[in-house]
C-alpha cells in the first residue's frame, strides 16, 4: 500500500471518528441519557489520554533521533504545569514552557561553547 | 477570544511541521488539518504514522486520544438542543478544546440558545480557519525552522495545559499517575501501543480510585 493511501485512509478514518465523538451526545441526548458508567469513566480521559502523551514526549525525549533524557524538558515542564496550575491559561503555559527550555538549554550549552 | 488563538498557533505550526515530515503532499496535509480538525489526533496520527504502525493501531489509539470531545459534547447538548437537527450536526464539527472552553460560558449564561449558538459558530470557524493557516504556515516552514528552537515542545505544552485543570480531584490524579507509569513501563511496547495502553489502565485506575472512595 503507497504511503498516500495509507494517510488518506487514516486522514478519512479518524476524521469520521473524531466527528462521531463530536456529534455522540449532542445526536443521541434527545432520545438516551448517557448511561452513567460511560458518565463515569468519560470523565478520566482527559486526566489518562493527555498524560500518556505528555509523559513520554517530555521524560523520554523522542524515539530514535534523540532518545536520551533530556532534564531541561522535565524541568521546563514542571515549570509550565506549575504557570498552568496557577494561571489556567495556556498561552501563559505555552509561553513559560518554552522560555524556560530555550533558557535552560542555553545555560547547559554555554559552558561547551 | 485572544488568548486560545495566540495558544493555537504554535501548535498548529508544530502539526503542519509534523505532517511534512511525513513527506506528504499539501493536500494530505490539508486533508489532514481540515477534515481530522484535532491537533492531538492530528500529532499521534503523525507519530504513528512515521512508526509504520498499523491503521487500525493508528485509527484506535486516535480515536481514544479524541473521546474527550465526547465528553464536551455530553456538556454541549442541552444547550445545542433547541436548534434544528441541521445546525447541530454542523456545529458538532466545530467542537474543539478551545471552542468549547470559550462557548460554554457563553452558553450558560444566555438564556437564548441562538445567542451563544451564534457565537459558538463564529469562534468555531475563527478557530478552524485559523488552525488551517497555521497548520500551512508549519507545512511551508518545516525545513526551514531549525530544529535546535525545539518548536516540538509546544505540544506536550499545550496538552499540559488541558491536562493541569483536568486534575480537578483525587479520582483524576490517580487516573493521571498511574497512566504516567504505565506509559513509561510500557514504553518498549512497539507501534506506540503504549500510549493507547497507559489511557485505558489510567481510566480503569480513575475508576477504582473513585469506588475506593466512596466506600
Keep these: ?54 509523559v513520554p514526549a517530555v521524560a523520554l525525549s523522542g524515539s530514535g533521533a534523540d532518545p536520551a533524557l533530556a532534564p531541561e524538558k522535565l524541568a521546563a515542564a514542571l515549570l509550565a504545569s506549575l504557570v498552568a496550575w496557577r494561571t489556567r491559561s495556556p498561552a501563559a503555559t505555552m509561553v513559560a514552557g518554552m522560555a524556560a527550555l530555550w533558557l535552560l538549554q542555553w545555560l547547559l550549552r554555554a559552558p561547551a561553547a | 477570544m485572544t488568548p486560545p488563538l495566540i495558544g493555537l498557533l504554535p501548535f498548529g505550526l508544530v502539526c503542519g511541521v509534523a505532517a511534512q515530515a511525513l513527506g506528504t503532499s499539501v493536500w494530505g496535509a490539508l486533508g489532514l488539518s481540515a477534515i481530522v480538525f484535532s491537533g492531538a489526533a ?96 508549519g507545512y511551508w516552514l518545516g525545513n526551514v525552522l531549525p530544529a535546535a528552537w525545539s518548536l516540538d515542545f509546544v505540544v506536550p505544552l499545550c496538552f499540559l495545559a488541558l491536562l493541569v485543570p483536568a486534575l480537578e480531584d483525587r479520582p483524576t490524579r490517580i487516573a493521571a499517575l498511574a497512566s504516567g507509569v504505565a506509559v513509561i513501563a510500557l514504553d518498549s511496547l512497539p507501534m506506540r501501543l503504549s500510549v493507547i495502553c497507559a489511557g485505558l489502565i489510567g481510566i480503569a485506575a480513575g475508576l477504582a480510585g473513585e469506588r475506593w472512595r466512596g466506600r
Design chain 2, 42 to 137: 492530528q500529532i499521534v496520527a503523525a507519530q504513528l504514522l512515521a512508526a509504520q504502525a498499523p491503521i487500525a493501531v493508528i485509527v484506535l489509539t486516535c480515536f481514544v486520544v479524541g473521546l474527550r470531545l465526547m465528553m464536551y459534547s455530553a456538556a454541549m447538548a442541552p444547550h445545542l438542543k433547541p436548534l434544528p437537527r441541521r445546525w447541530r450536526n454542523a456545529l458538532a464539527f466545530l467542537l474543539t478544546d478551545q471552542a468549547f472552553a470559550a462557548a460554554i460560558r457563553r452558553f450558560r449564561s444566555s438564556a437564548d440558545a441562538r445567542h451563544g449558538a451564534s457565537y459558538f459558530l463564529g469562534t468555531g470557524v475563527l478557530l478552524w480557519t485559523t488552525w488551517q493557516a497555521s497548520n500551512l504556515t
Design chain 1, 1 to 54: 500500500m503507497t504511503a498516500t493511501l495509507t494517510l488518506w485512509i487514516v486522514i478519512v478514518a479518524v476524521g469520521g471518528l473524531t466527528y462521531l465523538s463530536r456529534l455522540s451526545f449532542i445526536a443521541l441526548f434527545a432520545r438516551w441519557d448517557m448511561p452513567p458508567f460511560v458518565a463515569r469513566a468519560l470523565r478520566f480521559v482527559p486526566a489518562a489520554m493527555l498524560t500518556a502523551i505528555v
